[in-house]
């Protein structure tokens, strides 16, 4: 089994930054990739940004140059640096592990960005 904790979310003006972090325990694969999602109300949950332990990222366009998906590492710990928030950022983000084939998800953490 694995297991997803996220943590970082908040309440944030526009403009502002937060950092999320995801850490992964239990059986973990050595080749896996770890995600963010992102779900606003009434919308369809989307991918925000996805890294691999062989190193490669791609981040949605609409939110390239203002987040960072990094430290993919040993801790099985992947962050995701937001900068520049703007209120369409707003939603659950969700944390998300493949590997063997199978995926798991975290139970998401809340970021509002609003002034």
């Known amino acids: 089994q694995v297991q997803l904790v996220e943590s970082g979310g908040g309440l944030v003006q526009p403009g502002g930054s937060l950092r999320l972090s995801c850490a992964a325990s239990g059986s973990i694969f050595s080749t896996y990739a770890m995600a963010w999602y992102r779900q606003a109300p009434g919308k369809q949950r989307e991918l925000v940004a996805r890294?691999?332990?062989?190193?490669?990222?791609n981040v949605a366009d609409s939110v390239k140059g203002r987040f960072t998906i990094s430290n993919l590492n040993a801790d099985n710990t992947v962050y995701l640096q937001m900068n520049s928030l703007k209120p369409e950022d707003t939603g659950v983000y969700y944390c998300?592990?493949?590997?063997?084939?199978?995926?798991?998800w975290g139970q998401g953490t809340q970021v509002t960005v609003s002034s």
């Open positions: 890294i691999t332990t062989f190193g490669s990222t």
């Open positions: 998300k592990l493949d590997q063997g084939g199978l995926n798991y």
